[in-house]
């Protein structure tokens, strides 16, 4: 028998380190060449990684949410044959290489010398101790329920039950009417150890303390890296009435993915950006680069049971609405799921988030660092709209479009805006070519 340790392998594009999201083995199970030991989350997606060899755990590395670096070792094995670790090492944990390490059973104390046994001294006789104090000797120091003067309500019956056990009625609470004090209520605040009941809401002053991990702290991450950046964000009406009855026309064909507003809304980002292509960007600080792409890979933001995840369009002027509708679908349920690759979830250029029926009347989304443009879609409502001779119902929402200022003036963000609106506004547009 041997010990086999496993490194954190290379999971590709540059990836220098890894969190732990979740042990998938514990010390002592047995694991299989190929079977998955950990989930583990980068700046991408998370990834879970097999074992290379067959063998049962007798160590990992840390705990979910610890860090390890790409190349330290990740977990050890015990296998048939010689292993890979030295012999003189055993089983042992290594003494570096990962963020937080299995402890370690102290080593055996040397024996001690024997020395001559002392005489026996007596044993101290033991103190008596002292009697315990009924409930109801609590009561003197509680406060009175009651103001001074303030008679109780209860039968002489209970009240002879109060005398015997030394309990001050005033302290009680009754449930009777008028707050009469009962046998049952008598029964309560002495099994209580003589403290009153408490009436009505009570503060609580809990405090729960929650280890920020795994997507949620990636989350957070983005959110600091956001807030170096001067953003700005354009709010816009939009009368989607047009756009609502073509798209109940379309499902009403029954053809393909059920059609929502987010294919449209795709379809239009793609042609405005084909007109702005600097909206189609990301912003390298460091290197003071702004690297602009020709296929607009679109992210979708989707809430999900792991949290917030931006599964990615890719290529999506080549797609054709149902083309987009069917893609928006199955990466929003791979992300659900928690199925989604690697690559799905990385490499966007330009993002749309959505809250859908919870939308607000407006919001201000945060730009999903390095991109230098995001389209927020907010809640669709019917509102009054004046035609210029009189007020009918419309189907409108807001768009909030947030931009890199570093990266894109005023100017161009509110000229893309408006082509968006226009977009929207007369749907066909959408479909014309050139």
């Given amino acids: 028998m041997g010990i086999h340790a496993i490194r954190m392998p290379d999971i590709g594009e540059g990836i220098a380190e890894a969190e732990i999201s979740e042990w998938l083995v514990k010390p002592g199970d047995v694991l299989r060449e190929d079977d998955p030991m950990v989930a583990v989350m980068t700046d991408k997606a998370t990834v879970e990684i097999p074992s290379p060899v067959t063998g049962t755990v007798v160590w990992q590395a840390g705990q979910p949410g610890d860090v390890i670096a790409v190349g330290a070792e990740l977990i050890r094995l015990e296998v048939d044959g010689p292993g890979n670790v030295a012999a003189e090492a055993g089983a042992a944990a290594p003494a570096a290489g990962s963020s937080r390490q299995a402890e370690t ?46 008679r109780p309500i209860a039968s002489p019956a209970v009240r002879a039950r109060a005398r015997e056990a030394g309990v001050d009625l005033r302290l009680v609470r009754g449930s009777g009417p008028a707050g009469r004090i009962g046998h049952e209520d008598l029964d309560a605040f002495i099994a209580s150890g003589g403290i009153p009941a408490p009436s009505g809401p009570q503060p609580d002053s809990a405090v729960e303390e929650i280890r920020v991990i795994g997507l949620r702290r990636k989350i957070a991450e983005r959110m600091e890296a956001a807030n170096s950046i001067p953003q700005i964000t354009i709010v816009e009406e939009v009368d989607a009435t047009a756009l609502e009855d073509l798209r109940g026309r379309m499902n009403a064909q029954g053809k393909g993915t059920r059609l929502t507003l987010l294919p449209f809304i795709a379809r239009a980002i793609v042609r405005a950006v084909h007109e702005q292509p600097l909206l189609n960007a990301h912003y390298d600080a460091q290197a003071g680069l702004i690297r602009r792409f020709g296929g607009v890979h679109l992210g979708i933001a989707a809430q999900t049971p792991h949290g917030l995840m931006v599964p990615v369009v890719r290529h999506a ?10 893609e928006i679908a199955r990466l929003g349920t791979a992300a659900k799921e928690g199925t989604a690759k690697r690559d799905e979830l990385a490499g966007s250029t330009i993002t749309i988030t959505s809250l859908g029926p919870l939308g607000a009347i407006a919001s201000t989304p945060i730009l999903n660092v390095p991109e230098v443009a995001i389209v927020g879609v907010n809640r669709l409502a019917v509102r009054p709209f004046w035609n210029g001779a009189a007020f009918e ?4 929402m807001n768009l909030s479009c947030s931009f890199d200022h570093r990266v894109i003036d005023g100017w161009d963000a509110a000229v893309f805006v408006a082509r968006l609106k226009e977009l929207l506004e007369t749907p066909a547009l959408i479909f014309v070519e050139g």
């Fill in 105 to 150: 059973a102290p080593p055996d104390p040397e024996p001690a010398e024997p020395k001559a046994e002392a005489p026996p001294k007596p044993e101290p006789e033991p103190e008596a101790e002292p009697p315990t104090p009924k409930p109801a000797a609590k009561t003197l120091a509680a406060a009175p329920l009651r103001p001074e003067g303030e």
């Fill in 317 to 326: 002027e080549a797609l054709d609405l149902r083309a987009t509708a069917a």
């Fill in 393 to 396: 119902p419309r189907k409108m």
